[in-house]
């Protein structure tokens, strides 16, 4: 049986530059890059590799350099993200990225959220002021790089959308339906893109 | 002047083909992303790497790429006499340029588009070789804050006094009027992607002089590439430890 | 920085109104500080204190000037002060050029003393090499390699190391008897080398306000929560010799002079240790 040390000390610790194999043996994964037909290590880390998942179409195992320390989060297509509303206008919603799933970012990214990606259905019918307002936290998946300014973000799912969001009277509001909250004090009920929690 | 006494010792006591005592660690600059010393014999310099992050310039951003930007400055009691300006001047404009180009050919660009990576280099004692040792600094940073790279850079100068090929010079050393080859090499793939040379030699010396510079910068290399994976063998045995 | 929720905040201040902050600290707890001294073997003294992780480098260099006109008994010091762009990206080019002034300027205030010479942190007139003519001129330069909050504190400790660690070499009038006419030959040999009394040199203690209590050593998420800040510069004897209040937000005098009791009697603690510090320092740098 391997124990934790043994392991540890069984590693092979790689810097960027080093040969790890050929592409014909390996897939290059997380950390490495292929030029002419040989895998070589791009970070600083300790070498694993993974077999292929059977029935998959190449099986080859992918060799990968994975880094012990943490680097700053950055938000990538398909990632789920938190991010607060800081302005809403008539076609879209402008919102600052603080989360990147589970991890906070380094500094702050924007992204933005079309009147087309705001929900699934009846998606040209949609009401930016309806769905949001700022100051709301939302879950969004973030879709592309998006242009030059910010990301394009989506909560076009059931489980995206408003997560937290504060009433006029400025208490926290409860999630009544996908398509509105209501205020505890007041008991106004305020139109909002709900997510659903689950 | 006399470089290279009868019996073969350079001034400082080494021997032509010598280099200096080399001196690296990483992550020493708390809120940087990487960050490392390096130190050739008296020369010390820190390099500090913030990035990959947002374009701060939106105009300088690049579609396809990272952006890489560099700063060198010096401090005022980095060299014998007090320095009022450390940074705005030409010297120190070029050599940001030349830490640039040359980290940006090993970095893999194309991996981080639409983001910017700062390297900021501040020498601390300049005593010869200032250049190498910058580009060896902001190396091990760069790996430090795990930018992915083709290869490491590493870099070493030599020069050429009473007729002798002499590696790694010092500020006296460099001071005398002879040549100075700067080689800056990818060690892994064997490529040059730096060279500078002031004053003249004729060709086949400067074959002998690079060739020289070329084995420095490679023994430089393998001494990185230890204090990287020394590095790293500690965080992961500190992660052993936390688990039990 | 991104900048903190809304809770991190209350977190922050609710910690500090118990006397538990983020690192488990104190209110009134300075973080680990250590301090090396020698560091610039080309400059006549120098010194690097790392207070977690704030990372600066004092240095001293001493040249032969004229003394100014007003005071020929007094030598002449200067301070300055750079912040790398190692420490932080909004440093680069001419960006930390006015946090430079203000830590230079709050340095020279503790540390130079009246425009007469009086008062400083050392004795002016021990640099005088001919009356009236000569004097040796200190320049003490600063550098912020890393910050993570209390670079001031940090800076005054590394001056007041540096000080301590600085050599002046003995000096030989032959003939002349101005800085353009004379001759000077100066002693090479390190034994000759005299040393400063730094009994009076000050340490400066930063005492920042959050909500309603105050703390010694912020860190830099601490700073972003401060309103306004004193810092103190103390004497071993107690006295203070600098003041600098920083931050917008205006302070009743009762609580000003609150402030400046404990800067006064965290000072006086943290001056007996840091002067253990250097001391021990020195040692280390004689025995290698």
Known sequence: ?198 | MEYISPEGLRLDGRRPMEMRQLHAELGVIAKADGSATFEMGNTKVVAAVYGPREVQNRSQQLQEQALVRCEYSMATFSTGERRKRGKGDRRSTEISLVIRQTMESAILTHLLPRSQIDIFVQVLQADGGTRSACINAAALALADAGIPMRDLVASCAAGFLNNTPLLDLNYTEDSGGGPDVTVGVFPKLDKISLLQMDSKLPIDLFEKVLELATEGAKATAEYMRERLSENTRQLVSARGLLRF | MVGLSAAERVYIEDGIAQDLRLDGRGRQHFRSLSIQTGVIPQANGSARVRLAGTDVIASVKAELGSPQPGRPGCGNMFISVECSPTAAPEFEGKGGEDTNLELAKALQRNFLGGASGAGAAIDLTTLIVIEGKVCWELYIDGLVLSSDGNILDALSIAVKAALSNTGIPKVQVMGGLSLEEADFELSDNPEEFSHLDTAQVPVTVTISKVGRYHIVDATAEEESQVSSAVSVAVNSKGLICGLTKSGTAGLDPSILMDMISVGKRVGLKTISSVETDIAAAERTLEAE
């Open chain 1, 1 to 198: 049986m391997k124990t934790k040390a043994m392991e540890d000390a069984a590693a092979i610790y790689r810097t960027p530059g080093e040969l790890l194999g050929s592409a014909f043996d390996y897939i290059a994964g997380t950390g490495t890059y292929t030029f002419q037909n040989k895998v070589y290590a791009s970070l600083v880390g300790v070498q694993h590799i993974v077999e292929a998942r059977s029935g998959a179409a190449d099986l080859r195992p992918s060799i990968e350099v994975r880094r012990e320390k943490q680097r700053g989060a950055i938000p990538q297509p398909g990632d789920i993200v938190t991010a607060k509303i800081a302005k809403v206008q008539a076609r879209m919603a402008s919102a600052d990225i603080v989360c990147v799933g589970q991890r906070a970012v380094k500094e702050k990214f924007t992204g933005t959220v079309r009147q087309q990606d705001v929900r699934a259905t009846e998606i040209d019918k949609v009401d930016m002021h309806a769905s949001f307002r700022p100051g709301d936290i939302i879950r969004a998946e973030v879709l592309s790089l998006g242009d030059a300014r910010a990301y394009y973000l989506s909560t076009a799912k059931n489980e995206l959308g408003v997560v937290s969001a504060m009433s006029v009277a400025g208490a926290t509001m409860v999630p009544i339906s996908w398509q509105e909250m209501q205020c505890p004090l007041t008991n106004q009920t305020e139109p909002r893109k709900v997510a659903k929690v689950e």
